[in-house]
C-alpha cells in the first residue's frame, strides 16, 4: 500500500489562519491554531473543517461580573 504523501490543511474558523493538519487527520483530531490560539477539533475530513472545541470551554471563565 502507497502512503498518500499530501499535507492537509484547513482554515481557523477564528482568524482564517491556514494550519497544516500532516497527511493522516483523523475527525475528532485536537489542534491548537498558532496564530490566534483557539483550541479547535477536526470536524470533518471531506472537506476537511474545524471549529471550536466546545469541550475546552468553561462558562464561569466567560460570566459578567
Do not use: H, Y
Request: glycine share 4%; net charge negative.
Amino acid at each position: 500500500m502507497k502512503v498518500d504523501e499530501r499535507i492537509l490543511t484547513a482554515l481557523c474558523p477564528d482568524c482564517e489562519m491556514e494550519i497544516l493538519l500532516g497527511a493522516m487527520p483523523q475527525k475528532g483530531d485536537m489542534v491548537t491554531c498558532s496564530n490566534c490560539w483557539a483550541a479547535l477539533v477536526i470536524t470533518d475530513l471531506e472537506p476537511v473543517e474545524l471549529n471550536w472545541d466546545t469541550e475546552e470551554f468553561d462558562e464561569d471563565d466567560w460570566q459578567e461580573e
